[in-house]
């Protein structure tokens, strides 16, 4: 192109355009009048002129150039004539200087005239030109923003794709999200629930950390030896325990000062490897046997596992080694029932008694004669002690007060009971197919919950965070007519068609739940109110959730071939031990059954749950130990 075309063609152009490189002040203006208004206002942007973020018009791209592109336009460029460099110049600059609607003419007009060699061209090198690393682009917090939406799978993915990626992908505001979202809760996204774990990890880590360090954490002093003999002879005790509970203090608070920068991406991936191992069955099992009779009650907490027999003794496991730390002998009859804390194990017998243990020590501490027949059933919670009885009468004790009174309304062998203690009420369930609800406060029945049709044998309150996946509604749930509550005695069964006619007659509004409590909640708004949510397992095979606020059974769980006698759960799973020999893993909220397990030779009276492990025992003397943690598991129980 010659330089005077050039110049009565191009230039002008440019200086239209981009008069800020190509027509600097001083040199667009050669009037040598006086200057007119006109001339020194700013021309008004052209309403056409509409550009992606890419191509603004008062600036340059900012989109990074790929270097070997242009390295290999530069060196097809030098190839060609100086006539051809320069025109191909003058075409680049134009379209450069070109406003929105100019530069799709001038693309129409250049995809018009190409053949399909070109064309290919063209859609090779669009396709290229579209992928754009929009987290580059984009400020860090939205770009964390936007890695948030992602799910475990396509985050992981993305911290593969450049170093960049990976920085944003593995920031602990990103996963410290991601663990929120799953950590002993289920996602309301993708229905994945991550156990807790954190009381065994400390524990954990707190033994790695002694092990390490040059210094123990916790100074333990030998009882055995002089020295340390004619010290504590001659400290005084209360001034020797402050001084060591000072000292473990300032470990702990160091080691938790030293989690604190551990990782969140760590603590989410330790979670997940547990939480697939729930999901997918792989486990590993320990058979603990000692008993000389089959095992009617467990429990366990990280190394120690409690079991009862009706050889009417207590033992004591180290789950790790597999051995009797100590055996409990008191009971002279079978043990039907037993929990465990720190410092003290209570149990119940056949025998009439309930004990007061140090699980440490095997001291029998106190000896409550307080039911006429035997117990079936203890719990407690901080300072009271709530116990059932085949003599149909609950027995709720306060250590505090040394208060004890007597809860009557069943009208059979009361199989299970359990404490509220932040709403002061107390559930029951028993042989008359009913579960109560009792004030503690008022020592009066305030709810009955009606709708098994074998003996109720146990009663779980859900987490404040469950909710149902669904709830039916009343007249799709045939359980729904054989439920009532109210206060003092149950009354009769209602039959569908009137509890249809009701419905119709009144109109559908939403109870008041502190009403439904009665008096002692309306009266003082600051209590706080029961579980919204209980399951109870019965006789009739199958595990009921309730609704405690209106009463209603709301959903049936049905998969067991006899009668249920163990049921435990948390937010993320429930477990059942059956008179089938089988153990069932349920999904709470779903209420369907994810796997079961057999082995047992006998029926399974009693189960136990963590966050990584389960335990059921059986009437033929076994516990059996399912530990989902660890590399040495193998894919086990039967999927549903």
Known sequence: MPSELVGKTVSPFLKEHIPGLYAPIGKGNHHTGPVSNSST????????????????????????????????????????SSADQEAITHVWSLFSAAPSKHRELMLQGIITQCCFPQLSTVSREVQEQLKIDFLAALPAELSYKILCYLDTVSLCKAAQVS??????????????????????RKCTKCGWGLPLLERKKLMAWSRHQQIHRQEPVVVEIDDESPESGMQKRQADDADERPAKRQRVTAARQQLDQE?????????????????????????????????????????????????????????IWNIETGEVMRTLRGHTSAVRCLQFDDTKLISGGFDKTIKIWNWQTGECLSTLQCHTEGVLSVHFDGCTLASGSIDKTVKIFSFDSKQTFCLRGHTDWVNHVRIDSPSRVVFSASDDLSVKLWDLDSKQCIKTFLGHVGQVQQVL??????????????????????????????????????????????????????????????????????????????????????????????????????????????????????????TKIWEPRSGKCERSFTGHAGPVTCVGLSDSR???????????????????VEERGTPS
């Open 461 to 582: 309150l859900m987490p404040p965070d469950f909710e149902p996946d669904e709830i039916p509604s009343i007249t799709d749930n045939a359980d729904a007519s054989s439920v009532s509550s109210g206060r003092g005695r149950s009354t009769s069964p209602v039959s569908a068609d009137q509890l249809s006619q009701q419905q119709q007659q009144q109109p559908q509004q939403a109870p008041d739940p502190r009403a439904t409590y009665g008096p002692g909640f309306t009266s003082d708004l600051g209590r706080p109110l029961p579980p919204r949510y209980m399951l109870t397992g019965g006789l009739d095979n199958t595990v009921r959730l309730w609704d405690t606020v209106t009463g209603k059974c709301i959903r049936s769980m049905f998969g067991h071939v006899e009668g249920i006698w163990g049921l435990v759960g948390d937010t993320l799973r429930v477990v059942t031990g059956a008179n089938d020999s089988m």
């Open 163 to 184: 170093r960049r990626w990976r920085n944003l992908a593995d920031d602990d505001l990103v996963w410290h999200r991601m663990c929120e979202q799953h950590i002993d």
């Open 259 to 315: 989690r604190k920068f551990r990782p969140w991406k760590d603590v989410y991936r330790d979670r997940f490897k547990v939480g697939y191992n729930w999901k997918t069955g792989r486990c590993s099992i320990r058979t603990f046997k000692g008993h000389e009779n089959g095992v009617t009650c467990l429990q366990f907490d990280d190394n120690i596992l409690a079991t009862g027999s009706y050889d009417t003794t207590i033992k």
């Open 614 to 632: 389960m335990a059921s025992g059986s009437e033929d003397g076994e516990v059996r130990i399912y530990s989902f943690e660890g590399e040495r």
């Open 41 to 80: 206002t700013i021309r008004k942007r052209d309403p056409n002129s509409k550009y992606c973020y890419r191509h603004r018009p008062d600036s340059k791209c900012r989109r990074a150039a790929d270097e070997s592109k242009m390295g290999f336009i530069q060196s097809e460029l030098n190839s060609l």
